[in-house]
């Protein structure tokens, strides 16, 4: 709605200007316009109108650069305002309404350019790694472990590089905090541990966020910004890097394969748990993964940093996977729904639902 509304006075502000030109060139007569107008000025109100219109059809058919030409047009706009000030002054209003809305598109542009190099730069990873990093023989591993793969890889000879997955669900930031809705994309290269994951977070009708998660060449960052322009979250260090690569470990239940990486060294606990040591590029995290009868992945457990007016502790993070959400894509079954929930002292922190929507498999 707030899009239409948008086009609609876009439109009604472009077509004003066509007044000027009917003006300078004696079409119609425009009693609301007093001053003389030559017919170069006539041209110019011509001009910016169609430049309006431009930016009108680009914005309508989702293009990035459609800011480009509604700035151009607002210049243009303005000049022949300020020139002809008491007769136009009225339409620097609208000026302000479309600028107000080219800024947060360039703003956006500019987030969007930057998760895109960085997707570039993950996916050259995978190009440069050898395909050596995994374990052949599935013996090595704990039974549940094996009986996992067995089960879940039902095409055994596909070999993943890369995945590409959407998602969507859920989140907050208190524990009694208002849910907000988001969409994601996530990217991740498997024989270079790293992901992307890019949301558009909901706030309210005319408020949201645009969150980065990145995790890349064992180092993790968190990019949060209010209306892709406004910083609220840019974090790095030793939390955020240990937090992304327990995240890695346990979003690896959407590419099984990952537990023959060489990087992983896992350890049978029961008939129904493994203990599993993720260590890379002298960084080390560990988890326990619990398994239903069928060998399929039921809960995700680790230690993993949790910051709390602007201190970090270790508390207990812990997924847990719907039982009923497994499904097979492209011979893979994994599970396409979890809550992600916060063991702390003071009770649990359940924060986070998400369903994965789709799922691609790249060799």
Request: proline letters at 3%; charged letters at 25%; aromatic letters at 18%.
């Amino acid at each position: 709605m707030i899009k239409y509304f948008f086009i609609f006075i876009l439109f009604i502000h472009s077509l004003i200007h066509l007044l000027g030109f009917f003006k300078a060139f004696d079409i119609f007569k425009i009693e609301q316009l007093k001053a003389l107008i030559s017919k170069f000025f006539g041209i110019l109100w011509l001009f910016t109108c169609i430049i309006f219109l431009i930016s009108i059809l680009l914005f309508i058919f989702k293009k990035e650069t459609w800011w480009v030409w509604g700035a151009f047009a607002i210049l243009l706009s303005q000049i022949l305002i300020i020139k002809f000030w008491s007769d136009a002054k009225a339409g620097t209003f609208a000026n302000i309404i479309i600028l107000i809305v080219i800024l947060l598109s360039y703003a956006n542009f500019n987030f969007d350019k930057l998760v895109k190099q960085e997707i570039f730069e993950l996916g050259s990873l995978a190009t440069n790694q050898p395909n050596d990093l995994f374990i052949n023989d599935l013996n090595t591993l704990p039974p549940i472990v094996q009986k996992w793969l067995k089960n879940s890889i039902i095409d055994r000879s596909k070999n993943i590089s890369r995945v590409f997955l959407l998602q969507k669900g859920k989140m907050r930031i208190k524990p009694n905090g208002k849910w907000m809705n988001f969409k994601a994309k996530q990217w991740f290269s498997l024989l270079d541990p790293s992901f992307i994951w890019y949301a558009n977070v909901s706030i309210s009708p005319f408020l949201f966020l645009k969150a980065r998660d990145k995790y890349f060449k064992s180092k993790g960052n968190m990019l949060i910004k209010l209306l892709s322009l406004i910083p609220i979250v840019n974090e790095s260090g030793k939390e955020i890097n240990q937090g992304v690569m327990v995240r890695y470990l346990a979003e690896s239940v959407w590419f099984p394969s990952f537990a023959l990486s060489t990087y992983l060294k896992w350890e049978e606990m029961n008939n129904n748990k493994a203990r599993v040591i993720f260590e890379y590029k002298n960084k080390k995290v560990e988890g326990v993964f619990k398994f239903n009868e069928k060998g399929y992945p039921i809960s995700f457990l680790s230690k993993r940093y949790y910051v709390r007016e602007k201190k970090s502790s270790l508390e207990n993070w812990c997924v847990k996977i719907d039982k009923g959400s497994f499904k097979e894509f492209q011979g893979i079954i994994i599970p396409t729904k979890a809550k992600v929930i916060w063991k702390l002292k003071d009770g649990d922190f359940f924060w986070l639902k998400l369903e994965i929507k789709d799922i691609k498999y790249i060799n």
